[in-house]
């Protein structure tokens, strides 16, 4: 155990150590953060390491056990009724613990924060269903897609540009740390039910319930008006004496270990039910999965803390202070080169190119991989500060933007398909919403804009350009394959007997 939360303790400062970098720099150069601002963001990095750390650990020991013990019970019962019920609870449940999601929700200022989460939860657990029943009808992954998204689109026409943005970012911040290891877990336990083994149904699962919170907040944006709860403007926050930053961190672990005690409450409940009605597991798995829930809710706790005291308001401060300067220009480029290095540190997207290496025997390496998707964030990044910067609508980013990502999946494999449409929500990580929104978020009261309209929308744009990039590679990966067996170079077995292509 204690080699693999060292493990995660290296994969966590990875993630975190690149922003910290670009911070410190912006603090020498540019902007110098005031002192009690920067000694909250170093004290918030420290706990943000440890928290993810802790809490990605309790969600290996706990929630991928609870997956695929569940997925593969439901499929043996074969009661659609159950399937159904249990795919949509559970979904809601854990989405509502989603740690990223939790940092959105507190910079979202039209909607009551309970009603916000209780919206993009009811969208995962209902396309959840929809993703199971895909996999137990066969239907094809991309035709889902093009259908679902349409519909996005179309009811995007008739809500409220407040709301566009904030929705394709629920969408981004709900593929995290503890619903995907879930959802992957569920959908090995249903397909190896079935005896069978195909990768596009695993990595499909997430990119469905993406889609699920688009709809959701879209429908929440036709109920609820945005009108007189605009954002207020709130002062940096900062501390005079280390007293003060030991106090507010105090308070902080406390408020927020009630809020994941309360998240976390329904998981739980309901897993204790279906332990005692169908599952009955032994006493040692139980404590085993017992351990890892306590895992989740002491990094969960110190997460949250470290990202909403020390992070979010030098984010907002340095939005404020790049703005300020004479040559903010400087945005778009320094937009492109965050991007670029937050994608490269993300833990889960070495876990994304390493899968795509050895699904592609090599031929599409991790080099190539994570080169294209760090250029395709920091575009996106770069392509965000423009909007903001001269105002353009984010309807002419994303619209655009689906529409070749959808005809992509008419020439792409399918198994590049559905990792593309994973992978964006894996790119759009943590510290877009812990650090990038908040950016964004400074940038647009600078200028004096609308917070819903033109800060929002960076995670959206940071999930959708993988959705490009990655089928782009498939279509390589094809053309290389087709070319290769044109002219038969067919050199050699690896030891398991699998042909491989001399490319």
Request: charge should be neutral.
């Amino acid at each position: 155990m204690r080699h693999i939360l060292l493990e995660k303790f290296k994969e966590s400062v990875q993630s975190v150590l690149p922003i910290c970098g670009i911070v410190f720099l912006l603090h020498l150069t540019l902007t110098p953060l005031p002192l009690g601002t920067l000694a909250l963001f170093a004290t918030g990095a420290v706990l943000l390491i440890v928290g993810m750390s802790v809490f990605t650990l309790g969600a290996d020991t706990a929630v991928m056990p609870m997956g695929e013990l569940i997925g593969s019970k439901l499929t043996e019962s074969r009661n659609l009724r159950l399937i159904v019920l249990t795919s949509f609870v559970l979904g809601a449940a854990l989405t509502a613990a989603e740690p990223d999601l939790q940092v959105l929700t507190r910079q979202v200022p039209a909607v009551p924060d309970p009603v916000f989460v209780a919206t993009v939860a009811f969208g995962v657990g209902v396309f959840l269903v929809l993703a199971v029943l895909r996999i137990l009808f066969r239907i094809r992954l991309s035709h889902m897609f093009i259908v679902l998204y349409s519909l996005a689109f179309i009811l995007a026409a008739f809500t409220g540009l407040d709301y566009l943005a904030v929705a394709f970012d629920s969408s981004g911040v709900t593929t995290g740390s503890i619903t995907v290891p879930f959802i992957l877990a569920l959908g090995a336990g249903i397909s190896a039910v079935r005896g069978e083994k195909r990768s596009e149904d695993s990595f499909g699962l997430t990119a469905i319930c993406s889609i699920g919170p688009i709809l959701a907040v879209l429908i929440m944006g036709l109920l609820f008006d945005p009108a007189g709860t605009g954002y207020a403007s709130e002062p940096t926050t900062t501390v005079s004496s280390t007293a003060e930053l030991a106090r507010l961190y105090a308070e902080g672990l406390l408020q927020f270990f009630r809020e994941v005690s309360l998240i976390l409450l329904p998981i739980v409940v309901i897993f204790g039910i279906y332990q005692v009605i169908n599952l009955k597991l032994s006493r040692t798995r139980l404590i085993r999965i017992g351990v890892g829930i306590i895992y989740i809710l002491v990094g969960l706790t110190v997460f949250l803390t470290g990202v909403n005291i020390g992070f979010v308001p030098a984010g907002t401060y340095l939005g404020h202070a790049l703005t300020s300067l004479p040559y903010n220009w400087i945005l778009i480029p320094l937009g492109a080169v965050i991007g670029f290095f937050i994608v490269a540190a993300e833990p889960a997207v070495q876990i994304l190119v390493t899968q795509i290496d050895e699904i592609t025997r090599g031929a599409i390496s991790r080099r190539a991989m994570m080169l294209s998707l760090s250029v395709s964030v920091g575009i996106a990044l770069a392509l965000v500060m423009v909007r903001i910067l001269t105002g353009i609508e984010i309807w002419l980013f994303l619209l655009p933007g689906y529409a070749v990502a959808l005809a992509l999946t008419f020439f792409s494999p399918q198994l590049f398909t559905a990792i593309a449409f994973d992978s964006g929500g894996i790119a759009a990580g943590t510290m877009a919403a812990a650090f990038l929104l908040p950016l964004t978020m400074g940038v647009s009261e600078a200028l004096g804009g609308n917070i819903l309209t033109d800060a929002f929308g960076i995670i959206a744009m940071v999930a959708m350009m993988p959705l490009i990039t990655v089928q782009i590679i498939g279509l390589f990966y094809r053309m290389k394959v087709r070319r290769a067996r044109a002219t038969a170079r067919r050199v050699t077995f690896d030891k398991d007997d699998v042909e491989i292509i001399d490319l």
